[in-house]
Nanobody, 116 residues
Framework: QVQLVESGGGLMQAGGSLRLSCTGSGLTLSSYAVGWFRQAPRKEREFVATIGYRDNSTYYSDSVQGRFTIARDNGKNTAYLQMNSLKPEDTAVYFC?????????WGQGTQVTVSS
């Protein structure tokens, strides 16, 4: 059974940092593109960042470019999202996604709340 488990969310003041983790079981994350998405209250889920599986190329949304960094540790079967210079508008549930061809998996999400 494939499972993605996010962790690391919490409450942080604006300007602070958090690191989210996404640990996979039942799949080898290094064989998947991994993405982070977020969903704020009353808003649609939006793309945050992704890392490729062939060359670990990364891509970010304009709203987090320069503040967030996505990375992976293949030995731990885990992907990370380092979030710096947090803003109140970063408040959302953050979801991890692993995809390759027709396989597409989601975690249950972790709450990030940034206070002003």
């Amino acid at each position: 059974q494939v499972q993605l488990v996010e962790s690391g969310g919490g409450l942080m003041q604006a300007g602070g940092s958090l690191r989210l983790s996404c640990t996979g079981s039942g799949l080898t994350l290094s064989s998947y593109a991994v993405g982070w998405f977020r969903q704020a209250p009353r808003k649609e889920r939006e793309f945050v960042a992704t890392i490729g599986y062939r060359d670990n190329s990364t891509y970010y949304s304009d709203s987090v470019q320069g503040r967030f960094t996505i990375a992976r540790d293949n030995g731990k079967n885990t992907a990370y999202l380092q979030m710096n210079s947090l803003k109140p508008e970063d408040t959302a549930v953050y979801f991890c996604n692993a995809r390759r061809t027709t396989n597409n998996y989601w975690g249950q999400g972790t709450q990030v709340t940034v206070s002003s």
